[in-house]
T-cell receptor, first 110, second 114 residues
Framework: KAGVTQTPRYLIKTRGQQVTLSCSPI?????VSWYQQTPGQGLQFLFE???????NKGNFPGRFSGRQFSNSRSEMNVSTLELGDSALYLC?????????FGAGTRLSVL | DQQVKQNSPSLSVQEGRISILNCDYT??????FLWYKKYPAEGPTFLIS?????DKNEDGRFTVFLNKSAKHLSLHIVPSQPGDSAVYFC?????????????FGKGTLLTVNP
């Protein structure tokens, strides 16, 4: 089976812009979670989607949003980018309590 | 408030010896624990997990021990190999609807010297 695929791998944006990141889960996995990794805060949970519904949400501002499509693919959107949003964004799909991660999207905000 | 703590930012061991990575947690609602390994420029890779109803789980060279009363778990790697050099993350999840929300520690960088 193919693993979790995230696109793009790298992205450079400027403050105030918005960005959309994409995640294709492992075939058959219906739950998709998103995490932000920064050097200071480590890996932090953003949100989780299951069957097109947000099921869990972390402590991030409303500028961070997501959605899931009927084929389980998910997108994450960040609006009005700030310098502090520079991070590695990781997507994971889940099966039987185990989350399998993609390689991530490295976002740099200038 | 950090609910999952890995107090050692780094650990260095010799090839062939045992590596012991430690993790402490504060939230007694956590009932499932996982260890991930991460290389630079890659996503975390699942290694091994343990449910709170067990105190030990073994998979090849990797063994995870759970001490619920101390809220402590550890990952043992025996024997350690240079290819094991990576950042290791401990993660925990709760029951019910929150079991897909992982809380991670900040990681321990393991270096295995040839």
């Amino acid at each position: 089976k193919a693993g979790v695929t995230q696109t793009p791998r790298y992205l450079i944006k400027t403050r105030g812009q918005q960005v959309t990141l994409s995640c294709s889960p492992i075939s058959g996995h219906r739950s998709v979670s998103w995490y932000q990794q920064t050097p200071g805060q480590g890996l932090q949970f953003l949100f989780e989607y299951f069957s097109e519904t947000q099921r869990n949400k972390g402590n991030f501002p409303g500028r961070f949003s997501g959605r899931q499509f009927s084929n389980s693919r998910s997108e994450m959107n960040v609006s009005t980018l700030e310098l502090g949003d520079s991070a590695l964004y990781l997507c994971a799909s889940s099966f039987e309590n185990i989350q399998y991660f993609g390689a991530g999207t490295r976002l740099s905000v200038l | 408030d950090q609910q999952v703590k890995q107090n050692s930012p780094s650990l260095s061991v010799q090839e062939g010896r045992i590596s012991i990575l430690n993790c402490d947690y504060t939230n007694s609602m956590f009932d499932y624990f996982l260890w991930y390994k991460k290389y630079p420029a890659e996503g975390p890779t699942f290694l091994i997990s343990i449910s709170s109803i067990k105190d030990k789980n073994e998979d090849g060279r990797f063994t995870v021990f759970l001490n619920k009363s101390a809220k402590h778990l550890s990952l043992h790697i025996v024997p350690s190999q240079p290819g094991d050099s990576a950042v290791y993350f401990c993660a925990a999840s709760g029951s019910g609807g929150s079991n897909y929300k992982l809380t991670f520690g900040k990681g321990t960088l393991l270096t295995v010297n040839p």
